[in-house]
């Protein structure tokens, strides 16, 4: 079992930033090659959608064309922990984001890909 932690979400105005962390503990993660670790939205009433994610080997990313140019996903190896910067925030980007991982050989995009989610932290985006 891997779980997973978000913190750093929070209330800020349109324009500013926002780094959330995800810390993954339990089961180590190293060694699948295929590990993805990404971070998905959920406004109320509507999908899940995804938001971006990272490959937890090479480091590879990949982002919604939503974020894109704002949004920047890393990982640190050491602290098993995924961050993903978000910079010139909108109102439409409030909502609440969680933090998931699993091995992933299809879509990274595809809920059903990834086997551990974490509880969500809220992002607040004032005009």
């Known amino acids: 079992q891997v779980q997973l932690a978000e913190s750093g979400g929070g209330l800020v105005q349109a324009g500013g930033s926002l780094r959330l962390s995800c810390a993954a503990s339990g089961r180590t993660i190293a060694g699948y090659v295929m590990y993805v670790m990404s971070w998905f939205r959920q406004a109320g009433g509507k999908e899940r959608e995804f938001v971006s994610g990272?490959?937890?080997?090479?480091?590879?990313?990949y982002h919604a064309d939503s974020v894109k140019g704002r949004f920047t996903i890393s990982r640190d190896h050491a602290k098993n922990t995924v961050y993903l910067q978000m910079s010139s925030l909108k109102p439409e980007d409030t909502t609440v984001y969680y933090c998931?991982?699993?091995?992933?050989?299809?879509?990274?995009?595809?809920?059903?890909?990834?086997?551990?989610w974490g509880q969500g932290t809220q992002v607040t985006v004032s005009s």
């Open positions: 998931a991982a699993g091995e992933v050989y299809g879509s990274w995009s595809s809920l059903s890909n990834y086997d551990y």
């Open positions: 990272i490959s937890w080997r090479d480091g590879s990313t």
